[in-house]
């Protein structure tokens, strides 16, 4: 591991739902209700230069709450026929305008119809009270894009496959266990957000840390009910702290530089709802992970603090067509946009073997 568990210890594990350290913030509980057909920024405003390879257009799909969800769609130029679609999101707390739309972006150019979405109650998406995430509403937003993505004359629906990036990797693997429909998986950088959040980085927290954080959260749930505020955990911590270890450092390298900042990214600025990790205490992500039949790659960097994650969820996964794929020299954040780093070549021959 790169990190002492004394280290660790002295991270508290909202820390970990949010990504980063907190800052203080609040959602009014008394938002107004956003319009049933979500107003979509239609300007480019991604963290990533626009491809000239590829079509790109706004879309909106619903899951079966019934929450609309917002979603950039892109397809190769020239396209014909029908195609294999990748449906992408991630890292927790970000936008579909930073990771999630470079690896879609990436994936169109070689040749598949891609989506890159908000989740439930982030970014451009809709949901009331703003800024919270479920394990089951947000594993069910990747089935919704499966759902869209049948319904397309574009797309072949025997050929679909997603791609979760950091806590949506859990989602993403969460989401392979439970639809059949969905072929093959990438999670890269991987978190299991369930995991983090009730045992602490590596598992350091025992029962008694688990019921004095559900003791503070439904404190503050009281407290946010008598306000009729909802207080936010924060986002990357700023200014970042001279003694703050390398992985905050470089949460903060991508989320609050010009790198990977977004006005809408929660990592950027205030976070999550506080009291939004409590369903993940009690909800494991990963319980039926081994009864996943179809193709699953994780990939992670050799350096990253979350490494762990992905080996221990590999050694789950049951069936020749699994893989871990760890990338020399590579930290966490490596693996959100840095394409020298990013597997593209090994990503598309997983999708080309496994969407066919």
């Known amino acids: 591991m790169f990190l002492t568990r004394k280290t660790m210890k002295r991270l508290i594990v909202l820390a970990a739902a949010a990504g980063v350290v907190m800052l203080a913030g609040c959602t009014n509980l008394k938002n107004e209700r956003r319009m049933e057909t979500l107003n979509l920024t239609h300007e480019w405003d991604k963290t990533f230069p626009e491809s000239e390879k590829v079509t790109h257009s706004k879309i909106i799909f619903r899951n079966r709450y019934g929450i609309e969800l917002a979603a950039d769609l892109y ?16 890292p927790f707390g970000a936008v579909k305008e930073q990771a999630s739309g470079l690896y879609a972006q990436t994936m169109a150019e070689r040749g598949f119809l891609t989506l890159a979405f908000d989740p439930s109650y982030t970014g451009e998406s809709g949901g009331e009270p703003r800024y919270v995430a479920s394990p089951d509403i ?27 990036i950091c806590g949506w990797g859990g989602m993403g693997l969460n989401a392979a266990a439970i639809d059949t429909r969905i072929k093959a ?10 995991r983090v959040t009730a045992n602490g980085y590596f598992d350091a927290m025992d029962a008694d840390g688990r019921y004095e954080l559900r003791r503070q959260l439904n404190a503050q749930r009281t407290e ?21 270890p390398q992985f905050v450092k470089d949460y903060y390298g991508y989320y609050k530089t010009p790198r990977g900042y977004h006005v809408r990214s929660l990592n950027s600025n ?7 990790v409590l369903s993940f205490l009690n909800m494991p992500l990963l319980a039926y992970s081994d009864e996943i039949r179809s193709a699953v790659l994780l990939v992670h960097g050799e350096k990253a603090h979350s490494r ?28 959100y946009d840095r394409p020298d780093k990013i597997p593209f070549d090994r990503i598309e021959a997983f999708f080309r073997a496994n969407l066919k």
């Open 138 to 164: 947000n594993t069910e937003d990747f089935c919704a894009a499966v759902d869209y993505l049948t319904t397309r004359d574009d797309v072949d629906p025997e050929r679909i496959g997603i791609i979760g």
């Open 308 to 335: 762990y994650f992905s080996e221990d969820a590999f050694r789950k996964l049951r069936g020749e067509n699994k893989e871990l794929l760890i990338i020399p020299d590579a930290n966490h954040t490596d693996l």
């Open 270 to 276: 205030d976070g999550w709802n506080r009291t939004s």
């Open 224 to 244: 946010d009910a008598k306000n009729g505020l909802y207080v936010r955990a924060g986002g990357v911590v700023d200014p970042l702290p001279e003694d703050a």
């Open 75 to 90: 397809k190769p130029v020239q396209a014909e026929g029908k195609l294999a679609a990748i449906a992408v999101s991630g």
């Open 185 to 194: 998986t990438v999670a890269s950088t991987m978190y299991d957000m369930s």
